[in-house]
């Protein structure tokens, strides 16, 4: 059971001719808080969150638009059709019910309706994003985290660089360390250049340390990789935002250095990143 704001009605008081009076009283007061228990607004059938549409049988049971195809449109409490009479009751419920963000205790002030709260906290701006180093157990919004990198004492394998977009620079990593951090001053972000060795070569992979929010800028970038006259080159039209850096092989946006041109247990690559501009 949780408190809520959702859009109240009146009580109700004897008599049509107070009908008017009602509704003012609602448009004064439109928001006002209650207990609710969330289980009632899960499909019955998935246990998943109810999200609109809502469809009900005759006799009343509801299901999500996600189950009725699977239950090939017949209620599985009383076997009558469903999947064609919305329950618009239950939907107006939905739309009165704001939730506070789950990133309210980072900053972020913002309701969101009930059951779309994940397609707020992928973009919201106010996402906690983890400190790149493993045996650090930072979280906060990505500027703050810009700072908590700048200012922290970390282990010597996670040495960075301060870069500017639009550059192109020289990087040389110890395939070994796994990581390099470069740090942008401007918008006080921080990205990821990753090198993980597997059994047929290294892949090599760059990430930015910050929510998908549309207030982050967005970037592109190339990485050249050149031995003996021999250049990869691997160019990807945006750079991926991240909330926490993954140690896994990556399985995709990223450039595999076969063994083969591999020499030594150092990389030596050029790096352009390059804004993209907002249209």
Not at 50 to 67: M, V
Not at 93 to 107: H, K, M
Not at 142 to 169: E, M, Q, R, V
């Amino acid at each position: 059971v949780k408190l809520i704001d959702m859009e109240g009605s009146s009580s109700s008081v004897n008599g049509p001719s107070n009908t008017h009076l009602h509704k003012k009283q609602r448009t004064e007061d439109k928001t006002r808080q209650a207990m609710l228990d969330f289980d009632v607004l899960d499909c019955p059938v998935c246990c998943e969150p109810l999200t609109i549409p809502i469809f009900q049988c005759d006799n009343g049971h509801l299901a999500c638009s996600s189950c009725c195809p699977k239950l090939s449109n017949k209620c599985p409490a009383c076997a009558l059709p469903i999947g064609r009479i919305r329950c618009r009751a239950m939907e107006r419920v939905l739309e009165s019910i704001l939730i506070p963000c789950p990133n309210a205790t980072f900053g972020c002030t913002k309701n969101v309706s009930y059951g779309k709260e994940s397609t707020h906290e992928k973009e919201c701006i106010f996402s906690p994003c983890s400190c790149p180093v493993q045996e650090c157990n930072y979280n906060g919004i990505y500027k703050d985290l810009y700072a908590h990198y700048n200012s922290a004492s970390h282990p010597i394998g996670y040495i960075f660089h301060i870069i500017k977009p639009d550059f192109c620079y020289s990087v040389r990593m110890k395939i070994s360390n796994k990581i390099l951090i470069l740090m942008e001053s401007m918008k006080r972000l921080l990205f990821a250049v990753q090198c993980l060795r597997e059994p047929y070569g290294v892949y090599v992979t760059l990430s930015c340390i910050a929510p998908t929010a549309p207030e982050v800028a967005k970037f592109s970038y190339r990485i050249y990789y050149t031995v003996d006259e021999h250049t990869l080159i691997y160019r990807s039209p945006e750079v991926k935002r991240i909330l926490e850096v993954s140690f896994q092989t990556p399985q995709e946006n990223f450039m595999l250095i076969p063994n083969s041109l591999l020499r030594g247990e150092f990389l030596e690559m050029k790096l352009f990143i390059k804004e993209l501009k907002l249209e």
